[in-house]
């Protein structure tokens, strides 16, 4: 397990930490894999009766590692593992988890960062999280079903607000618009979330789980055929030459020139 996740278990909440915050928590495929993995492990473990995510350092997650992504973009196709990427594990697992996943964004929030919050059940916020998801600024597509999802929850124009203009939203205009469901003080939100989280994890464990079910089947469909869509042109647009001019600026400090593209 690597040392930038970090879990433990308290009260039947399971806690999990990104924890490299000298990258903002930003997640590489390693990361990925202790996520994915923590949820297969909640649905198995009858002691764990709720999921919580959140960051450490002051952030929740400055979504995918560039990096990775830089990597990924120049590998041939047929070089790709042939085993899933610990990336669409998370995300399945996410979609389709059977026991409540609860997330207490402490800071910024980028891309898959706000995208996953969309398959949690409850959300808290801090006073000074921000909530950003850049896909089209970087040549991407957005994912995880969110093209589905987030016009289901606020809207469609407010969706195509935030997927096509990248905009930055705070936190009390997330709240406002559902996207989270409190707001607490930088300093207070740890603990809000985790007594939040614990009440939750005391309740009849059959009940809730029926009841999220309830709420979340009748999309199940409808989410997967949105992740799967996305992530064809994800794919496709992680090899295009907008990426790697958005790729090659963000290292460069310099704003990308999408000129050239028609």
Same mark, same amino acid.
């Given at each position: 397990?690597?040392?930038?996740?970090?879990?433990?278990?308290?009260?039947?909440?399971?806690?999990?930490?990104?924890?490299?915050?000298?990258?903002?928590?930003?997640?590489?495929?390693?990361?990925?894999?202790?996520?994915?993995?923590?949820?297969?492990?909640?649905?198995?473990?009858?002691?764990?009766?709720?999921?919580?995510?959140?960051?450490?350092?002051?952030?929740?997650?400055?979504?995918?590692?560039?990096?990775?992504?830089?990597?990924?973009?120049?590998?041939?196709?047929?070089?790709?593992?042939?085993?899933?990427?610990?990336?669409?594990?998370?995300?399945?697992?996410?979609?389709? /988890?059977?026991?409540?996943?609860?997330?207490?964004?402490?800071?910024?929030?980028?891309?898959?960062?706000?995208?996953?919050?969309?398959?949690?059940?409850?959300?808290?916020?801090?006073?000074?999280?921000?909530?950003?998801?850049?896909?089209?600024?970087?040549?991407?597509?957005?994912?995880?079903?969110?093209?589905?999802?987030?016009?289901?929850?606020?809207?469609?124009?407010?969706? /195509?607000?935030?997927?096509?203009?990248?905009?930055?939203?705070?936190?009390?205009?997330?709240?406002?618009?559902?996207?989270?469901?409190?707001?607490?003080?930088?300093?207070?939100?740890?603990?809000?979330?985790?007594?939040?989280?614990?009440?939750?994890?005391?309740?009849?464990?059959?009940?809730?789980?029926?009841?999220?079910?309830?709420?979340?089947?009748? !999309?199940?469909?409808?989410?997967?055929?949105?992740?799967?869509?996305? /992530?064809?042109?994800?794919?496709?647009?992680?090899?295009?030459?907008?990426?790697?001019?958005?790729?090659?600026?963000?290292?460069?400090?310099?704003?990308? !020139?999408?000129?050239?593209?028609?």
């Amino acid at each position: 397990m690597t040392d930038h996740v970090l879990v433990t278990v308290e009260d039947g909440v399971q806690i999990v930490t990104m924890n490299r915050p000298d990258k903002k928590n930003a997640l590489t495929a390693e990361m990925y894999k202790v996520l994915a993995d923590a949820i297969e492990t909640a649905d198995a473990d009858p002691k764990i009766r709720v999921t919580l995510y959140t960051g450490s350092g002051g952030s929740f997650t400055a979504g995918n590692d560039l990096g990775d992504f830089a990597k990924a973009g120049t590998t041939p196709v047929d070089e790709q593992p042939k085993e899933k990427p610990h990336v669409t594990r998370f995300l399945e697992n996410l979609a389709n /988890a059977q026991k409540p996943i609860v997330a207490a964004v402490n800071g910024l929030a980028v891309g898959v960062g706000v995208t996953m919050l969309l398959h949690c059940d409850l959300v808290y916020a801090s006073a000074s999280a921000t909530f950003q998801m850049p896909f089209v600024n970087l040549g991407l597509v957005p994912e995880a079903g969110s093209t589905f999802l987030l016009q289901r929850q606020i809207g469609i124009q407010k969706a /195509a607000d935030l997927f096509l203009t990248g905009k930055k939203l705070d936190a009390q205009k997330a709240e406002a618009i559902g996207l989270v469901a409190d707001v607490f003080p930088d300093n207070a939100l740890p603990g809000e979330a985790l007594t939040r989280a614990k009440a939750l994890a005391a309740k009849a464990p059959n009940a809730v789980r029926a009841t999220k079910a309830l709420l979340k089947d009748n !999309d199940r469909p409808r989410v997967g055929e949105a992740r799967e869509a996305e /992530a064809r042109v994800f794919g496709a647009q992680l090899r295009s030459d907008e990426v790697k001019e958005a790729i090659s600026a963000f290292f460069e400090k310099r704003a990308p !020139d999408f000129s050239k593209f028609g």
